[in-house]
Every structure is written in C-alpha cells, then in structure tokens.
C-alpha cells in the first residue's frame, strides 16, 4: 500500500486514526497499531507477514535470553545467533537470485549447454532491509548493555512493524519508538501536533507527486533510448535523478515522520538539505541520516573505527562504504556506487588531514557546493544504472560529446513538467529551507491551510498506482 494512494488516504488512515483515538484501553491501542501495521504491510503480499513476524520474534526472545545468559560466552553466541538469522534472511532473498544466477552464468560461460534454461527469481519481500537492520540494532544494543531488553512483545512488534517507517524508514532505534508506543498519554488527541503532521505529510506527499514522479516521467524514456541520447540530455538525466531520488525518498521521509506526528509520535530527521554539502563527509551526514548513523555505530566502529591508525582508519570507511552499497542491492553497480563513495571520503579525509583542503575552503560556497554535487550525480549514475554496460555508456555520453546536442528524445507532453520539476527543485534544494527548519508553529493560519489542501488536491490530479518510492526496491 503507497501513501500516495487513495487506498491509503481515504480508507486505511482515516481508520486507524479513529480508532487511534477512541480506543481508551493502552494495550487495545497497541495491538490496533501492531493488526493495522500488519494489514498495510500485507497488503503488497499478505505471506510476507509471516517473514516479519518471524524474524521479530527471534529477536524479542534473543533479546531476553542475552540479558539473562550468566556468561559472556552464551551472551555472544545468542547474538551470533540474532546475526546470523537476520543477516541470513536479508541474505537469501536479496542476494540469492544474484549469486545463483551468477554461478550457472559462469557455467554456461565455461560449458555452453550447461542448464541453459535454469534462472532463479526469488521475490524479495518490501522493506526487508529495513526492518532486519531496525531488529538487528535491538539485540545489538541489548549485548552491549545500551538497553534492558523489553518484555512486552506487542510493543516490541509494533516498534518493528509500525506502518510509518516499515517499508523505507528511516531506520528508527527501538529507544526512539518503544518509550512513546508504551505512553498511554499518546493515545490522546492533540490538535497542534495533528495540524503539523498534516503539514509534513502534505510536503513530503507534493515532493513525491509534483516534483519526483514529474521528473522521472521526463528522464525515464530518455535513459530508454540511451544509445542514442545526445550529450545534454545525458547530463539532464543524470541531474534530473539526483533530483527524483532526493525529493521521492525525502518525501516519503516528512510523509512518514507527518503520519508519525498525526499520533504524538516523533520520529528523528531523515534528510537535511544534502545538495547544500560542502564536502563529501558533509553530504553523508546530511543524506538517509538514520541509516548513516547506523553504519557508524554497528559497522564502522565495531571494525575500529579511527582508533587503529590512519591506515585502518581508511580500510575501516572504505568497508563501511562498500557494505553500505551492497545493503541496497546484489549488483555491480551497487558495490561501485559504495566503493565510489568510500574512495572519495578516504581522499578526502586525508587530504583534510594534510591541511591540503584550505585552498578548497577558499573558494566560493556555491562553487563548493556545486562541485560536491556534480560528484554525488555522478554517483548516482551507478545507482540508477539496472546494470554496468548501462552505467559505462552513460558516462561516455557524459563525457564524450556526442553528434548531437538536442533534446530529440524527451517527449513533448512530458517536457515542459520535467523542466518545470527540475527548475522548482534547484530552487529548493539550494536556496529554500528544508521541511524540518520551517517553523509551521508560527504560520498555522487558514491561508496555509487553504494553500495545504491546494497542494493535496493538485497531488491527487496526478495520482498514478505505477509510481512507487524508490527505496521500497530496497
């Protein structure tokens, strides 16, 4: 089920929301938040569930056992255990198909009529690299004593499942959520915090609908007719991405932290004006923060962190970079993307660290600015890219002028919005503020409201069931 659909907005919300807030016992409320997370979650595929039920139960009773086990030997091996049932799960159904595929790929390479006709296609479920690492985090910070393992398993399940954050985060910590899911005074209706959820949800929904979903209707034939594209319709495309991924995933962010806020819950900033980073390491604490954050704390420094020396100081952000990659998929591109980063904070760290960057600080914002932009799309290439030959190609377009220098293949009916999207998003994303430094407490007048519904209702004009978010493939 999409927020943006009409499913969701007129049928599903408005439910919960009522009975949010007309069921008086705590426990009710709790368990209507656990059923309702699992209805929206089932929705896509109801045998999915299981799957989710599953890996939130190892994890609610590992996470009890550790605290009680009487040696630290039984309180690593519990943890192992956790690891290797949500790392194993997260494994099989996302990168199964690739390693596979890849083997009898090779052997048919090595043995031309080698099981030709064999080729593996595992569905993988929405949202499970979300919820295995919210999980994993849980029995992590239970091992290393940051948390007292909790005891209701209802509250545990509605931390891991709560409809919100399920398919695409952010990646909420379980001392985040459960404390708020566990106060009964949550269950009561506050107009200031509904009014500013609205707001959110309203934001983040025109972010997807008026600006993502208009520029991928321009770019996407374009990059369908690749091998023909001239120089600057590579480069629009490769801007207009960069564009499409920040404004679909940060709208599903504010979408999500509005839904959150309509029911007292306050959810952690996900996105802060990333194309506003001045450097590489400024950029990744800006972009999906919460999964950054969580790369720091239960891989880069569990690995050493800065602690070892300059040498494994880069060994350990190179690695989390490319694991970072290879959690969004099982794909060359994936791992480029990640090493790509992980190079380019490595250089950059050591350059900083020579005092070789002053020369850098001396330039002007915007052309700082602008360059660490040009270099995230050029990311983005790799990220976009359903392959490598498809991502090498459009770097040569890139960089190689081609014959022609036209915009032949942007359809006329979609040409004019995708410039429109992109100009609206330029002037966002470097000049405007985003959603979470606009202070709405001090402008809830009926002119926002009229100007929120103005919004909602041109939103609902282009509706369309084939737009996903971009990071439910992940």
Known sequence: MLFSSFEFLFVFLPIVLILYFRIRSHDSRILMILFSSYVFYGFWNYKFTALLLFSTAVDFVLGIRIEEAQSERTRKALLLSSIAVNLGVLGFFKYCNFFVNSVFDLARWVSPGFASHFHLDVVLPIGISFYTFISLSYTIDVYLRRSKPHRDFLAYAGFVAFFPHLVAGPLIRHDQLVSQLEDPTRGKFNAANFSYGVIFFVIGLSKKILIADRLADGLNPVLGMLPYTSTLEAWLCAFGYAFQLYFDFSGYSDMAVGLAKMMNIHFPQNFRSPYQAESLTDFWQRWHISLSQWLR??????????????????????????????????????????????????????????????????????????????????????????????????????????????????????????????LVALGIVWKGKNTWEIHFESLMTPRLAWVAAALTLTCFAFFSRNSPFLYFQF
């Open 297 to 422: 704390d239960y891989l880069y420094i569990p690995l050493g962190g800065s602690r070892s020396g300059v040498l494994f100081t880069y060994r350990n952000l190179f690695l989390t970079m490319l694991l970072g990659g290879l959690w969004h998929g099982a794909s060359a591109v994936f791992l480029i993307w990640g090493a790509y980063h992980g190079l380019l904070l490595c250089l950059e760290r050591g350059v900083r660290e020579r005092g070789g960057l002053s020369w850098f600080k001396r330039v002007p914002k915007a052309l700082r600015i602008f360059c660490v932009f040009v270099a995230v799309t050029l990311g983005w290439v790799f990220f976009r890219s359903p392959d490598l030959p498809f991502a090498l190609q459009w770097l040569k377009h890139l960089f190689t002028l081609q014959p022609s220098f036209t915009l032949y293949y942007f359809e006329p009916k979609f040409r004019d919005r995708f410039f429109a999207a992109l």
